[in-house]
């Protein structure tokens, strides 16, 4: 007896779709694992045992999701929502897995706007609109529960053992692959980007079902400092900018003019806790540390802002990006993605906006420290040409389009080193803002960036690439201090920390001892992180770890 029902047999030739069509990047990975150049016959056989345990597991997968009446609109979404996933895998090499979907969920309209292109509609048009209205329009009508049922019960034992057997035919380099190339698994489509959605529901839910009564963090903070200047502190988040993209950092290109001329340091080996927004904006304001951090477990526990909020700092947020990821929920939060707030709107809200209005709102806290962070849009991409106004294209010709691979390198470079330039002339504002208060206050600036960037370097564009695997271009991010005279950490004694190993973990730390607090939390960063005289008495002479 044919073990196939018209279903099943629809199914297939769907299955034959998705591997042929939505599975690029896939191929293209098991190519660059195993390539066909040498040894010939051995890659040959590991790669076409991997690939055929891949487009197994897609008609087995398919079989068991597609049922019935609605098996045509589960499989219409999954041919629409594939067709966008081979499309931003297969043009910008990233890979949807929990974080991007994450991301996904958290991206605004005018982010969408920047991912949308021709190219884009083009192939959701032909890939995913046309095979959708194919699957809705000839989606055949089921043979009998009984009859679909004994049908995909066969067909399933028989994939199995096909499957079985791709594994035996080349055993130990499938165990070799499972262990050191899990993120491959990712790249197929539809079951890749399915079982990351399934995970990101599932984190979801556990968070939600939990206790929202915040755990402590530092409970033991105290202030232990006494001066007659408040602390004027602003910390700058920055937004997918390259450490090696800063002139202070030794780029060849004059990407810092601005802060060239100011007293800054430059720390130049600091890297990230993530490789998105949303991993690491929670994660460097956390006391977990990148290496205990999960989103869920952080926002169990409150941040340095909570823990500053509560010892008496005036904290601020502004925001030019998306949101502050939840970071900002228990502190003053001000929107300036629009022109309500924002007064430095051309095609987008400029962040040297966010300056706009912070002399009434310090003259409206005298007597308090005050600490205001400023989240920047910065070189958020792909659309780099964006991220600044036309009288700062200094390098051209510039990449006008978000479609980076239709673009030459250097198109792309000079566009996103625009955007360096942007962010340099912001934080020179900020610093000449603070110089203001330099009598009365305190001052301070710190510039951090969230993540850094892909600009196509082994075919890979923009961020959030699995941090296992991630290319140091999107985790080893600029960091930028200044102070001011009554600060008590003068750039003299900070520069010899320039060249020393730092990470987001550090910042928790870092914006607890700027405001003269005291807590076991820090005590390993109290000594060579920044030394407070009020902490240990009097400074010691001590060289950079």
């Not at 399915?194 to 929202?212: E, I, W």
């Not at 090696?244 to 990230?272: C, M, Q």
């Not at 809200?349 to 706009?356: A, Q």
Request: aromatic share 12%; glycine share 6%.
């Amino acid at each position: 007896m044919n073990i196939f029902t018209r279903q099943t047999r629809f199914l297939a030739i769907a299955s034959l779709f998705f591997i042929l069509a939505a599975n690029l990047s896939l191929w293209a990975k098991l190519l660059e694992i195993y390539p066909l150049d040498k040894p010939f016959s051995i890659n040959l056989l590991h790669f076409s045992s991997i690939a055929l345990f891949f487009a197994l597991s897609t008609v087995l997968f398919l079989l068991w999701v597609c049922h019935g009446r609605m098996g045509k609109w589960v499989l219409t979404t999954l041919l629409l929502v594939s067709s966008l996933a081979a499309y931003y895998m297969d043009h910008y090499g990233v890979v949807i897995d929990v974080v991007m979907i994450n991301n996904i969920f958290e991206t605004d309209v005018k982010e969408i706007a920047g991912l949308v292109n021709a190219s884009m509609v083009l192939r959701f048009l032909v890939l995913g609109l046309i095979p959708a209205a194919i699957a809705i329009s000839y989606w055949p009508a089921s043979e009998g529960r009984k009859r679909e049922l004994v049908s995909r019960v066969k067909l399933s034992l028989w994939l199995l053992l096909a499957l079985i057997l791709s594994i035996v035919i080349a055993l130990s380099n499938f165990t070799g692959f499972v262990k050191e190339h899990k993120i491959t698994r990712l790249y197929a489509n539809p079951t890749g980007w399915s079982y990351s959605t399934l995970s990101y529901v599932s984190q979801y839910a556990r968070a939600a079902s939990l206790k929202t009564v915040l755990h402590e963090s530092a409970a033991d903070t105290q202030e232990v400092g006494v001066h007659p200047e408040n602390e004027l502190v602003i910390l700058v988040v920055g937004e997918t900018a390259r450490a090696d993209r800063f002139s202070l950092n030794g780029y060849d290109r004059p990407t810092n003019p601005e802060l060239a001329k100011r007293d800054v340091i430059s720390f130049k080996h600091v890297s990230s806790c993530g490789t998105s927004t949303g991993e690491s904006v929670p994660c460097m304001f956390s006391s977990l540390g990148r290496e205990h951090y999960t989103r869920q477990k952080a926002s169990q526990y409150k941040n340095a802002l909570d823990v500053l909020s509560e010892e008496g700092v005036q904290v601020l947020w502004r925001d030019n990006n998306s949101d502050s990821k939840g970071v900002a929920t228990r502190v003053e939060y001000q929107d300036f993605k629009s022109p309500t707030f924002n007064p430095e709107c051309d095609t987008e809200c400029r962040d040297i906006g966010m300056l706009s209005g912070l002399d009434k709102y310090i003259e409206g806290h005298k007597g308090k420290d005050i600490l205001i962070v400023l989240h920047q849009m910065g070189n958020h991409g792909p659309e780099y040409y964006r991220r600044y106004p036309q009288a700062f294209e200094y390098f051209k010709p510039v990449c006008m389009t978000g479609e980076l691979r239709s673009c030459s390198q250097q198109e792309i470079n000079n566009g996103y080193d625009n955007a360096v330039r942007y962010t340099d002339y912001f934080l020179a504002n900020v610093i000449d803002f603070l110089k203001k208060y330099d009598n009365t206050h305190a001052t301070a600036m710190f510039y951090v960036s969230d993540h850094g960037e892909s600009l196509g370097e082994k075919g890979v564009y923009l961020h959030a690439a699995p941090y296992a695997t991630a290319p140091i271009e999107q985790t080893h991010v600029p960091a930028v201090f200044w102070a001011g005279k009554h600060f008590d950490y003068p750039v003299s004694m900070i520069k010899a920390y320039e060249d020393a190993p730092l990470s987001h973990d550090d910042l928790f730390c870092a914006l607890l001892i700027a405001f003269e607090m005291k807590t076991k939390t820090c005590a390993a960063k109290d000594d060579w992180l920044f030394k407070n005289p009020d902490v240990s008495g009097t400074f010691r002479e001590k060289s950079a770890p």
